[in-house]
C-alpha cells in the first residue's frame, strides 16, 4: 500500500511570496490533515478534510493560509503572502476514519515539506 | 482548557529501559496515541490506548490511567536507533487529536 505523498520536500523562499504544498493521501481514506510542525513542537492541526469538505479549520491563518481538496483525493495548501514565522514543516496525515467516529482512527503521515521564509 | 505534558529532553543508555511520561488535561477523552518521530522525518504510530492498563508490543509498551490522565511509553532494550522524538497525543470529544510537543530521546553508547 503507498504511503501518503507529499510535494515539494524543501522549498525557500522570500517573505512575502507565495508558495503551494501538495498532497496525495493513501487510496481510500476519507480524512485529510494538514498539520503545521515548528522545530522542537508538536503538530499543530491546521485544517481537517473529510472528502472534499472542511470538518476543522479554526487554527488556519485564514488571511494568509487557503488549503482545497478537490473531488476528495488530493489537497494543496496555500499560502499568500509568507511570513518568517511560517518556516515549519507541513506535515499530510490521511485516515480512513471520519470526524466523530468513535473507533479507533490512526492517522498515516507523509515526509513533509520543510518550508524556509528568509 | 486542553494541555498535554511531556519532559523535553531525556537521555539514555543504550542496552537500557526508558520510561516517558505525559500528563494531559482534555475536553473529554476518547484515547491516547503515542508517535515516534525521527528528526527531519514525519511521525509513525507506535501505539494507542483507550482503557486502563498496559498495552504491550514488543520492546515498547504504553500506560494509561484515565482517573489520573496520565500515560507513560516504556522502552526496553534500548538501541541506537531509538533516538528520536516521541510524541504523546490524545484525542479530545470531537475525536480531535490534541499533541502535546514531544520529548527528544537521545540514546548513549
Known amino acids: 500500500e503507498a504511503g501518503v505523498a507529499q510535494s515539494p520536500r524543501y522549498k525557500i523562499i522570500e517573505k512575502r511570496q507565495s508558495v503551494a504544498f501538495w498532497c496525495n493521501p493513501i487510496?481510500?481514506?476519507?480524512?485529510l490533515y494538514w498539520y503545521q510542525q515548528i522545530l522542537g513542537q508538536g503538530p499543530k492541526l491546521l485544517i481537517q478534510f473529510q472528502n472534499n469538505g472542511v470538518v476543522d479549520d479554526s487554527q488556519l491563518p485564514k488571511d494568509r493560509f487557503s488549503a482545497e481538496r478537490l473531488k476528495g483525493v488530493d489537497s494543496t495548501l496555500k499560502i499568500q503572502p509568507a511570513k518568517l514565522e511560517d518556516s515549519a514543516v507541513y506535515l499530510c496525515?490521511?485516515?480512513?476514519?471520519?470526524?466523530?467516529?468513535?473507533?479507533?482512527?490512526?492517522?498515516?503521515f507523509g515526509p513533509g515539506t520543510r518550508l524556509t521564509v528568509l | 482548557g486542553q494541555n498535554i505534558d511531556q519532559p523535553t529532553e531525556m537521555t539514555a543508555t543504550e542496552g537500557a529501559i526508558v520510561q516517558i511520561n505525559c500528563t494531559y488535561q482534555t475536553s473529554g477523552f476518547n484515547g491516547l496515541f503515542w508517535y515516534q518521530q525521527h528528526a527531519g522525518e514525519a511521525p509513525t504510530f507506535l501505539s494507542y490506548n483507550v482503557l486502563d492498563g498496559l498495552e504491550e508490543k514488543g520492546r515498547f509498551s504504553s500506560f494509561l490511567s484515565r482517573s489520573k490522565g496520565y500515560s507513560y511509553l516504556l522502552l526496553k532494550e534500548l538501541q541506537m536507533k531509538d533516538s528520536a522524538s516521541y510524541l504523546c497525543?490524545?484525542?479530545?470529544?470531537?475525536?480531535?487529536?490534541?499533541w502535546g510537543a514531544g520529548t527528544k530521546l537521545i540514546i548513549k553508547p
Open positions: 487510496s481510500g481514506h476519507a480524512t
Open positions: 497525543a490524545t484525542t479530545d470529544s470531537n475525536y480531535q487529536l490534541i
Open positions: 496525515a490521511s485516515s480512513n476514519g471520519l470526524a466523530g467516529d468513535s473507533s479507533y482512527n490512526e492517522q498515516f
